[in-house]
């Protein structure tokens, strides 16, 4: 039969509501008594019921975490910062991945608030976010990662976006290419628009064209590159070298380029961002932007934990917490 609270108490002749107390860490039992309870409780083998404890604590001990496509190398790297820290610090994380689709983020941020979770972190599709912000007050703190809607009212964890598509596009500019072309994702979010907004200042800053015909965008993942790069060769219109939005992208201008007998980096130069693994193997030697990834994800649970211990906790959170991380330049053989 499971050991509860009450067979502890009666052992060492207390209140149950003291054995609770003293379990809990709260104050009102004294140091001996606290020890004798944590001793007799690891003696009959006594496990709490975290149903019970949380309509007690009106905590459950989880973190949700929604991501976009999980067959994205750039994201499991996210979710080991996210539930290293979050586990550390006694906490399970719900996993959920929407493939893309915004009917899905709204869903699992409502499936979340239903099993009350402690706490929300969001890699949003896109900085329209907003629309849940909107139409849904979210009572539990919340942190969006990897992208942010500008007026968000929410925490946000991010890389300095334009910082990096400024690094990724100089870096092209000043190995002599002038031809230089930029493919990504839809460009409704502030990832897309953060480092083509990079790109362009660094193509203004160096007095280059811009040439619409090597503006290409598509989706995130890996096809995009390669059907955008074979849409330039074929027409006869490439630039010298192409900065990617992400580096699956760039993976896919790779391989385009390569069926096309396009030598990297002599025909076609090629930068990309996020310095997935796949990024360094030997046969993809990719120059990339590196995001700090598992670390962001960390940070990301460190503001929901300081949330949690502050007064904001079980609030409209009252003080925004905004960390910016700076990007860095992996230099390989694709540039």
Not at 238 to 251: H, K, T, W
Request: proline content about 4%; aromatic content about 8%.
């Amino acid at each position: 039969m499971k050991v509860t609270i009450k067979d502890i108490a009666k052992a060492a002749n207390i209140s149950y509501s003291a054995v609770s107390r003293a379990l809990n860490g709260h104050k009102g039992v004294s140091e001996e008594t606290r020890q004798k309870v944590k001793d007799l409780a690891v003696k009959m083998d006594y496990s709490p019921n975290a149903l019970a404890r949380s309509l007690v604590q009106k905590q459950t001990g989880t973190i949700g975490l929604i991501l976009p496509d999980i067959t994205n190398p750039f994201y499991p790297e996210l979710v080991r910062g996210v539930e290293e820290r979050a586990s550390s610090a006694g906490y399970n994380t719900f996993f959920c991945n929407t493939n893309y689709d915004l009917k899905k983020e709204e869903s699992y941020i409502h499936n979340l608030l239903e099993k009350r979770v402690d706490g929300i972190i969001l890699a949003p599709i896109t900085s329209q976010a907003n629309y849940f912000e909107k139409r849904n007050r979210i009572p539990v703190p919340f942190v969006y990662l990897g992208n942010a809607p500008e007026s968000t009212k929410f925490n946000y964890v991010i890389t300095d976006n334009i910082r990096g598509g400024y690094l990724a596009a100089r870096t092209l500019i000043e190995r002599n290419y002038r031809k230089i072309g930029f493919i990504s994702g839809v460009q409704n979010g502030s990832i897309t628009d953060g480092r083509y907004t990079g790109f362009i200042e660094a193509m203004k800053r160096y007095n280059l064209e811009i040439n619409e015909n090597y503006i290409k965008q598509k989706s995130w993942r890996l096809i995009s590159g390669y059907e955008c790069i074979l849409e330039m060769i074929d027409s006869g219109n490439c630039p010298e070298a192409v900065m990617a939005g992400n580096d699956l992208i760039a993976i896919g201008i790779l391989q385009g380029a390569k069926e096309r007998k396009f030598r990297v980096p002599e025909d076609l130069a090629i930068i990309g961002f996020d310095d997935i693994p796949n990024a360094s193997w030997p046969e993809i030697n990719l120059s990339t932007i590196k995001q700090p990834k598992i670390q962001m994800g960390m940070a990301s649970v460190e503001i929901l934990l300081d949330i949690f211990q502050s007064d904001d906790s079980g609030s409209t959170q009252k003080r925004v917490r905004r960390l910016i991380m700076d990007p860095e330049l992996i230099l390989r053989g694709s540039c």
